[in-house]
């Protein structure tokens, strides 16, 4: 048998020790004690963690150097005169992922030739399999802000200047020629779309490209009037680690003109997420005798029962998000017969990882 996972992030098993699969041995689970597992190893179980991923929009207006001319040269109404800065929320969506549980925290004692040391668990010692080989999940990166659309830029303006605008004395003889400017350009595109212009081309694909280019000059001068815009997506990350349900938690704050604040600044609107048990798990059986060989087992593998939940974001305007998901910490820690590991056959159990409950149970371990 192939010793395939020991642990990144705990007490490894002794270096040298040769497991048998012919041997009966005990598997002996106690509580974790800081610097007493000398043989075998520590692990904890999970609590569910959310990660509210947030897309943003910021949108940057920078009024043009000609604004208060564009209503009398071009007839441009509601130009921006003043720079500004909003955003908004595009879309919300809620990522699971698990961190160690530091209540349910258990050290794996190797006793005689016992097979429950050989393990997978994730860098921070959460369970992940026994017996079997189980790769660790992680979190997507967050994506970095990324420019939707680019502004205009003075540079951008230059390339269409002629040498009359650049040597305009004045403000408003710039505007005049630049809008004079904008009018011609209009013209010839004109021109070409009704076929009558001297270099018509015949080649389809050779006429877009003209009347792109042409487009392209009248928007960047018009920007001279008109002003600019640049919007921006930015993606922000909240991670929660419910503790209790709730109907109206303040999960974030986000304010239309500085984006996403801390949860204490009433400048920004209120997110909020709610979390609600989709009906009770069963309690735990009275019974004196099973009670009595659950006192038996005490050192048995611990495993999650989770509790199944509804969870939602929304605001004051609509729900963004809402999904159903077992969350660790409201269920209940339930154990696995030491049985199952103390004989010859090579039973494999594998653990979700973000709830700590079990995803398969089969004999014959996993290579």
Request: glycine share 6%; aromatic share 10%; net charge neutral.
């Amino acid at each position: 048998m192939k010793v395939f996972s020991i642990l990144r992030h705990a007490i490894l098993i002794s270096a040298g020790i040769l497991f048998s699969s012919y041997a009966l041995a005990q598997t002996q689970v106690s509580k974790f004690v800081p610097g007493s597992t000398l043989e075998g190893v520590n692990y904890f179980l999970p609590r569910t963690a959310f990660r509210i991923v947030i897309t943003t929009e910021r949108t940057v207006v920078t009024p043009g150097k000609y604004h208060e001319y564009a209503y009398k040269f071009l007839r441009i109404v509601d130009t921006p005169i003043q720079a500004s800065t909003t955003w908004c929320v595009k879309d919300i969506k809620i990522i699971p992922f698990s961190v160690p549980d530091n209540k349910k925290a258990y050290s794996i004692k190797l006793k005689g030739n016992t097979i429950a040391p050989m393990v997978s668990m994730t860098k921070d010692g959460i369970l992940l399999g026994i017996n079997a080989k189980v790769e660790e999940t992680f979190l997507p990166e967050t994506p970095r802000p990324r420019v939707l659309t680019k502004a205009v830029t003075y540079d951008d303006v230059q390339k269409y200047m002629n040498r009359d605008m650049l040597q305009a004395g004045s403000d408003a003889k710039m505007a005049e020629l630049v809008a004079q400017e904008i009018y011609d350009i209009r013209e010839s595109r004109d021109a070409l779309l009704r076929g009558e212009a001297d270099n018509t081309p015949k080649d389809g694909q050779q006429l877009k490209l003209m009347l792109d280019g042409l487009e392209e000059q009248i928007k960047t001068l018009t920007s001279l009037f008109v002003g600019t815009k640049e919007v921006s997506e930015v993606t922000y990350v909240k991670d929660i680690v419910p503790n209790a349900t709730t109907e109206k938690f303040v999960a974030f704050r986000f304010s239309k003109w500085s984006g996403m604040v801390d949860s204490d600044d009433m400048s920004g609107a209120p997110y909020y997420i709610s979390i609600e048990k989709m009906g009770d798990l069963p309690e735990p059986s009275e019974d004196v005798k099973i009670a009595a060989q659950k006192g038996k087992m005490l050192t048995a593998v611990r495993y999650n029962v989770p509790a199944r939940t509804k969870t939602k974001v929304y605001n004051a305007e609509k729900t963004f998000v809402e999904f159903e998901y077992p969350i660790a910490q409201f269920g209940y820690e339930e154990i696995l017969s030491n049985i199952l590991f103390d004989k010859k056959a090579t039973t494999s159990v594998t653990f979700f990882q973000h709830t700590g409950g079990i995803k398969n149970i089969k004999e014959g371990s996993e290579q």
